[in-house]
């Protein structure tokens, strides 16, 4: 998505700070790195001919990792991002990659975890992204000193964005 710049009464762009248009930017690029991302890993699914899960719900499955959470964690933890979380873990659950269990102590609440199909397909994107941390080193992309600096401004602006909504009620 292209953000655009607000305009002015008379048709003429206006920047309401010098700021405005670099972080318009930067929000263009936020979503189309994680559309890129989702990407990457539909087309190392189908070069290894895995067809029956997408890219979301292999993000999830790679957070989820060896923990068992419920489906609500799957969100306050930050494994899941979407909306329609109870679909994926259907799908999940329905394709052999996830174990459900009823709580015994709240039987609305259901326990998920990995099977050892799910691990198996957690350890392909785990070597992807190995992969890709390994070019991005080589082809001197980022240093691994420019990422981190990276993460500390993204967490800077994560934790802005957070507390404007937490300030809007």
Known sequence: MTFQIPMKASGDAQLSSPLLADYLESLGLFERLHRLLLDLIKDEFERLGIFEINPVQALLLYNVGENEVTAGELKTRGYYQGSNVSYNLKKLVE???????????????????????????????????????????????????????????????????????????
Do not use: C
């Open 95 to 169: 394709t052999g990659y996830m174990h459900h269990q009823r709580s015994e102590v709240d039987r609305r609440s259901v326990r998920v975890r990995l099977t050892p199909k799910g691990r198996a397909l957690r350890e392909t994107v785990s070597d992807l992204f190995e992969r890709h941390s390994a070019g991005i080193e080589s082809r001197e992309v980022l240093s691994h000193e420019a990422i981190i600096a990276l993460n500390r401004s993204l967490r800077q602006v994560e934790r802005f964005w957070a507390d404007q909504i937490r300030y809007i009620y």
